[in-house]
């Protein structure tokens, strides 16, 4: 065998040893990748006479099965109605705004927010808009997914 064929066995070899390893270390859960709601991050923004806050965080043990969580309150003080709406957007693209939580008048009602979250092509928005059909009048864009978790 000549050293040049040896050369190409021997980079074939670290070739597929560098590439086991890295799916290893990507399968292989983080220390930091189990978290719960003890370690949530605050949310907020309002629009008119309606505000929503609450906590973020992250569940799962790999990138491949990690769910985003969302919950709070969504509140109004005045008259009208007020919804949540949310857009996931996965590699790069955006998909479309669905409403997630609605109040008409004064009062209150639940934000719970769900989804699919494989780092870093995942980003998630949150937004209130006056009514309950469209996005044409709204407030400020809450980014759900800004990091890092810790807060």
Not at 51 to 63: D, K
Not at 125 to 131: D, F, H, V
Request: charged share 20%.
């Amino acid at each position: 065998m000549t050293r040049t064929r040896a050369t190409r066995r021997l980079s074939t070899a670290m070739a597929g040893l560098a590439c086991s390893a890295s799916l290893g270390l990507a399968l292989a859960p983080t220390a930091s990748a189990q978290e719960t709601s003890a370690d949530a991050v605050e949310w907020s923004t309002s629009h008119g006479t309606a505000e929503a806050s609450g906590t973020r965080w992250v569940e799962g043990s790999s990138i491949f099965d990690r769910e985003l969580v969302v919950q709070g309150e969504l509140r109004n003080s005045g008259d009208g109605c007020y919804s949540v709406w949310v857009r996931w957007i996965f590699d790069l693209a955006p998909g479309p705004e669905r409403k997630n939580a609605t109040v008409c008048g004064a009062g209150s009602v639940p934000v719970d927010i769900r989804g699919r979250y494989t780092t870093p092509t995942t980003t998630a928005y949150l937004r209130i808009c006056r009514g309950e059909t469209d996005v044409s009048d709204c407030g400020p864009t809450e980014n759900l997914t800004s990091w890092p978790i810790e807060g």
